[in-house]
């Protein structure tokens, strides 16, 4: 008895794969086709994700009316921001002025430059809006002048609706608004949006209360608290604090039955590629009975003839995600360059541009897919080949 | 042996081959018919909830905007209307869950009725919410969620009025998918007045029956003419396209499942073409034993063929029955959880049913025809050398 197995060389497990390039290719490129359908709706996922949750600050509280989940249907009576705005423990700006925006939602329709018909969101802010939101940053041109007719828009706007462009004029709501910036937000969902000054959106929209809600700076986190309890408590108003940062997680949740469907369909995916790889290993086993035999008759271990059965089927999978992996960048540009941003309807039922942008991180899932797959498939197979009585392997070869 | 054996002799021959062949086949033709259920999902929700006579009368500046109440007058003397009703969103949150949990709208109960005849409302429950200024007709679905009865007292805080209203359930849409609410438009009028607000002078949509289908068109640009150069212009529109408006921003999604639809097809369709030519590869020798027995080139080919459309047929068969299972297993779940809600509403239809099982067809006629002409071409000689 050796004290330790020896094992075959990687090379005779990768050069078995060489030996039918065939079906190697052909079951390479079963896992290739798995990995990048895996990796598109992975990236479909992280995109929305980044897009939707990363949107926030986490020293900001949302004030809403109770109940409304979102700023798109909440209404606040006047006097709960006039009082609440001298309120202690609001940070302040150089100035000394609280850093606190009211904000009123409205959605209306936009022409889309294919003659189609969006909701989007507009919002509706005072120039302090922009010290209170400090991602959103005006990146041509500048912020709007109150009482002028002016809007800002983000940069997920431009180039999809009639006039949504630097220098033009958007038509929405009953009038027309001369676009005289552009925003950035770091990808999140304010880019979707096109914000004006709230007391002409107001009357553009005719509301009787003018404002949505308001976002708020807290001083310090215990101030967040404190504020957060101290604005829900007040019995004047029925109002809803919430940090922003878990707001935006809360609008995301409209994604999750997403999120349920693409798990779903990588692992349906997945687990048929396993039984496509599994066939390939099978035959493979099966036509190398002899040399199987051969090597067990050499003296070569069970554990050794199980790992380079098992090794040739990750090559195998390796071989297949890296092809796989090129395909999904190949299509995730393709996409981009085809569809351009993709639309998703938020809570707010307004349209949310989501950029499709395949990460790192997405490809790190797609490869452990494919060396699930891999493993899955190859075991069977190498189990087989190592239980082969050398003796019989050798007759019937 | 007859052919029809034959193909089944070799099918069963490698069991674990033809298994792991169909069950990838099974798999992936469950996957497309399932991804092909959401678009004909959306248009199935569409064509349930949506009626082809009845119109969307809202502001041309978007559904949020408002439209004066009186317009609502102006529409029912349009020529062809056979009834509207305004309608405003109350946004109304029940007192125990704290946030809106259904839609919830207030509207004219002498009108209601007649503009939606097709939820099936009984006309004594029709009555008495005209009757009670703080009635309230229900959906089943809301109904069964609350365990509420009809009689019974329940209280909405709006979220977009600054007030709460005591409500009397009177009546249900025994539609059991339906979730909505109807309250009275008075009602809330007058307990606006009541705390000192100004009344509603304005509603956000007005929903009008047309009278004749083939009139609907003329209905809609007579009634945008009503209030063309007014300050509240309105842009009319069906039903169907007003609710596929709310869709339209998923046709991105489509897109892309129909990319990994198509991809996850050709990659079955190398699996079952993988396993074909392996099966060939293996009965080389018997395959020219045969023909130079005398067995036709066309014995050989229609045999081997016969053998993969069998097993993607088979497979395809399964795959559907599958996927039919499984839409049905999350209708009847996608009340636990909420992630499920939306998946509960895609269903297999016949058109998918068709569409999967000639998906099943046309992986076995590719995946079976390469290898099986190459079989049968192959020069017997040459192959009985290779052998021997």
Known sequence: ?397 | MTYPRLVLANLGRNKLRTALTGGAIMLAVMLVCLLLTMPNGLDAIMNRVSSNTRISVHNKAGIVYPIPYSFARKVRQVDGVEAAVATMWFGGAFEEEGKVTFPNFTVEPEHIGAVYPDYNVPAAQLADFQRYRDGAIVGRQTMKRYGWKIGDRITLRSTVFPLSLDLRIVGEMPNEGSPLLWLSREYLDQALKARGFRGLGVVTSIWVKVRDPNRVNQVMRAIDDLSRNSSAETGSETERSFFASFFGSLQGFVKIILIVTGLVTLCIIFIAANTASMAVRERATEIAVLRSMGFSRHAIFTTLFAEALVLSTLAGVLGVALAWALTGALRAFSGWSAALGPLGSFMVTTPVVIQGVSLSLLIGLLAGSVPAYGAARRPVVEVLHEVF
């Open chain 1, 1 to 397: 008895m050796k004290s330790r197995a020896v094992l075959l060389p990687i090379s005779y497990s990768v050069r078995n794969l060489r030996t039918r390039p065939a079906r190697t290719l052909m079951t390479a490129g079963v896992i290739a086709l798995v990995v990048a359908a895996c990796s598109l709706l992975l990236a479909l996922i992280s995109s929305l994700k980044r897009t939707l949750v990363t949107t926030g600050e986490p020293m900001n509280l949302v004030v809403l009316r109770k109940g409304s989940g979102n700023d798109g249907s909440s209404m606040l009576p006047m006097a709960a921001f006039r009082a609440i705005r001298f309120w202690n423990g609001i940070a302040r700006d150089g100035l000394d002025r609280p850093l606190i925006s009211p904000e009123l939602v409205v959605q209306p329709f936009f022409r889309t430059l294919d003659g189609g018909r969006d909701n989007v969101l507009v919002r509706g802010v005072e120039p302090m809006a922009l010290a209170v939101h400090p991602d959103v940053r005006v990146v041509e041109g500048r912020m709007f002048t109150p009482s002028s007719g002016e809007a800002v828009v983000g940069r997920g706007v431009v180039g999809r609706y009639v006039g949504a462009a630097f220098g033009s004029e958007l038509q929405f709501g009953h009038r027309r608004w001369k676009v005289v910036g552009i925003f950035e937000a770091g990808g999140s969902s304010f880019e979707s949006e096109v914000w004006v000054d709230v007391r002409e959106l107001a009357n553009d929209a005719k509301r009787t209360w003018p404002y949505s809600g308001f976002r708020l700076r807290a001083a310090t986190s215990t101030d967040l608290g404190r504020l957060q309890r101290r604005i829900e408590s007040d019995p004047r108003f029925a109002l809803e604090a919430t940090a922003e940062t878990d707001y935006y997680a809360k609008q995301a949740e409209s994604a999750n039955s997403l999120y349920v469907l693409v798990i779903g369909i990588a692992v349906l995916a997945g687990i048929g590629a396993g039984f496509g790889a599994a066939n390939t290993m099978y035959a493979a086993v099966q036509a190398r009975r002899a040399e199987i035999g051969t090597l067990r008759a050499l003296g070569f271990s069970r554990v050794a003839i199980l790992t380079a059965f098992q090794i040739e089927a990750l090559a195998l999978s390796a071989v297949g995600f890296a092809m796989g992996a090129l395909l999904a960048v190949v299509g995730a540009s393709l996409v981009r360059w085809a569809l351009g941003n993709i639309t998703f309807n938020a809570a707010t039922f307004t349209t949310n541009m989501v950029t499709l942008r395949l990460s790192l991180a997405d490809l790190r899932s797609a490869f452990v897919i494919a060396l699930l797959i891999g493993v899955a498939g190859g075991f069977g197979p190498a189990w087989r080949a190592a239980r082969l009585r050398p003796v019989e392997a050798l007759r019937h070869g």
